[in-house]
C-alpha cells in the first residue's frame, strides 16, 4: 500500500474516531500536532479524507476530519489484512471495536455500509447470545469471518488505489476513482454477503437454513432492492445469467 506506517495510523484513528482532528489525534498517538497536520495535507491531497471547518467546545476553529469512500476502503483493508485469516489467526482482543466504530462513522459514504454494518452487529450479538458451535468458533474468529464480505467487497477499489497511484499522472489522485468505487460497493458487498450465506449453509444441519441465509433473504436483498445501487446489481445478475448458460452449453459439448 502507497502509505507510510505515520499515515496509516492517521487514517485509522480518523476512520475510527467521529469528529477527529489534527490536534486530537496527535494528543491520542503522542505525536506533535505540526507533524500531524503535515500528515493529513497529504491525505487531502491524495482524496483519503476530507476537512470540514468546525468550531471546537472554546469557539477555535479546527478542521473537521472524515474518510472518503477510497479512504473508507483502505482503513477497512488495513484492520482486516493486518490480522485476517482463518482459525489459526483470529482478531485481537477488542479488535471488532474499531470495526464497528469504523462502520457506525462512516455510514453517510455508501448505502451498502448501514446495510453491512446492521449485519455484522446483528451477527456479533447472536454469537454472544447463542455461541454458535459451542466453544469451537471464538468471537475473535467469528468477528474476523463476519467481517469478510466487507473487506473482500472493498479488493477492487483497494487495487485501484494501489494501481492508481503507481501509474497515476501527476495532477490526478485518488479522489478519481470515488465513482468506481461507489459502483463496485454495491454490485460487490451484495454478491459477497451471499456467498458468505452459501458458506454458512455448509455448517448447518441438512434442511436447516442458517442464520446468515435467513439474515440475507429477510433484510439483507430487501435493503439492497432499494438502493440505489440495484440497478447495478441487476446488471451484475443478467452477466451471470449468460456466463453460467454458456457454461451449460459447454458442459453439454463434454
Request: hydrophobic letters at 35%; one cysteine or more; a neutral charge.
Amino acid at each position: 500500500m502507497a502509505l507510510n506506517e505515520t499515515q496509516r495510523i492517521v487514517l485509522v484513528e480518523i476512520g475510527t474516531a467521529p469528529g477527529s482532528n489534527a490536534f486530537s489525534i496527535a494528543k491520542k498517538i503522542g505525536r506533535e500536532q505540526s507533524g500531524i497536520n503535515k500528515v493529513c495535507g497529504a491525505l487531502l491531497r491524495q482524496g483519503l479524507i476530507s476537512a470540514t471547518e468546525k468550531t471546537n467546545i472554546k469557539g477555535a476553529p479546527v478542521k473537521e476530519l472524515k474518510l472518503t469512500l477510497i479512504g473508507f476502503a483502505l482503513v477497512a483493508d488495513i484492520l482486516y489484512t493486518s490480522h485476517s485469516g482463518f482459525e489459526d489467526d483470529p482478531f485481537p482482543p477488542g479488535h471488532d471495536a474499531k470495526l464497528i466504530s469504523l462502520l457506525n462513522s462512516n455510514q453517510d459514504l455508501h448505502e451498502g455500509i448501514r446495510i453491512f454494518s446492521d449485519f455484522f452487529l446483528s451477527a456479533l450479538k447472536r454469537y454472544d447470545e447463542t455461541k454458535p458451535q459451542g466453544e469451537k468458533l471464538e468471537r475473535s474468529r467469528y468477528s474476523n469471518y463476519a467481517f469478510r464480505p466487507m473487506a473482500l467487497a472493498l479488493k477492487k477499489s483497494v487495487g485501484g488505489y494501489e494501481f492508481f497511484t503507481k501509474y497515476r499522472p501527476a495532477e490526478l489522485g485518488p479522489a478519481e476513482l470515488e465513482y468506481d468505487a461507489h459502483i463496485h460497493l454495491y454490485r460487490d458487498l451484495f454478491f459477497k454477503m451471499w456467498e458468505h450465506t452459501r458458506v454458512c449453509e455448509m455448517f448447518t444441519s441438512v434442511g436447516e437454513a442458517s442464520w446468515e441465509s435467513e439474515y440475507f433473504q429477510r433484510k439483507t436483498v430487501p435493503e439492497f432492492k432499494k438502493s440505489e445501487g440495484v440497478s447495478e446489481i441487476l446488471m451484475d445478475l443478467k452477466s451471470r445469467e449468460y456466463y453460467c448458460n454458456q457454461l451449460k452449453a459447454l458442459k453439454s459439448l463434454l
